[in-house]
C-alpha cells in the first residue's frame, strides 16, 4: 500500500502565526479563565472559590447588571443605527457624481482619529456651559441642556459619539458590497419597468444581506467592547447611566483591586459576544441555503 506524504510547506506558514496567536491570545484567555477562580486582594494571599466569582456576578452584583443593561441598550442603538446608516452612506457614495472619492474620504476621515481625540471634542461640543451646541442653540433663542448630565442624554449622545467615529469604516463595507452587484441586473429590471424600490427590495437588498450580516457581527463585537469613547466622554455618569461592561471590568481591577472579580467579568463578556456570533453565523450559512 503507497503512503500519502502530508505536505509541511502549509504548516510550516502556519507556524508563525499560530505561535503568535497561542503567546497572545490563547495562554492569557487561559489565564484569565484560571484567575477568575479566586478571590484576589492586595492584603492577603489569592484564595481558590472555585465559581463564586460569578456567581457573585450573576446573583449578588447590582453595578454588574446595571452594566449589563446599560451595554444591551448601547449595542441595540449603535447596531440598529450602524445597519440602517451605513446602507444610506453607501448608497449615496455609490451614486455618480462629482467628487465622489472626496466624500468617500470625507466619511472614512473620523475612523482614523484617535477615539481620545474624538470624545474629548464632543465632549467640548456638548458642554453645558461653553459647548459649541449649546452656544448655538442659545443664539436661535433656545434654552440649552446639560447634555451630559441627564442619563438618557448621556446614553444618546454616547450611541451618536460612537457612530459618528465609526460609521465610515462599515459604510465602506457596505459600499464594497453594493459595486460587486452585477449591473446587468438593474439593467434587465429598468427594461422589465422596475422603478428604484423595487430594484432595491428586489435585487439590492437581497444580494447586500451578505455583507450586512458581515457589518452585523462585526459592529455588534464593536458594540459590546465599547470603552474608549464612552468612558472619555461621560466617565460611565451621570452616576451609572453609561458604565459599560469593559468599565465595569477595569474599575475592579485597577480601582478594587479584585483581578479574580475582573476576570470573571471578562470571561462572561467573551461568552456572550461568541454565542451572538455563533447565532448570527448560524443565521448568515440558513439564510444562504435558503
Known sequence: MKRTKIPLAPYLFLLPNMVVFSVFII?????NFYLSLFDTSPFRPAEFIGLGNFLYLLQKDDLFRRALENLVIFVAGDVGGMLVGSVIIGLLLN???KLRGFFRSAFFYPVLLSPVVVALVWQWILNNQFGALNALLTTLGMKGTPWLLVPHWSRFWSIFVHLWATLGFYSLIVLAGL????????EAALVDGADRKQQFLYITFPLLLPTLMTVLVLSTIRGFEIFDHVYILTGGGPGTATLMMVQ???????QMDQFGLAASASFLLFVIIFLLTVVQYALGKRREAI
Open 179 to 186: 459595486q460587486s452587484i452585477p449591473a446587468e441586473l438593474y
Open 248 to 254: 465595569y471590568i477595569y474599575r475592579a481591577a485597577f
Open 27 to 31: 495562554l492569557p484567555a487561559g489565564y
Open 95 to 97: 451614486q455618480k457624481v
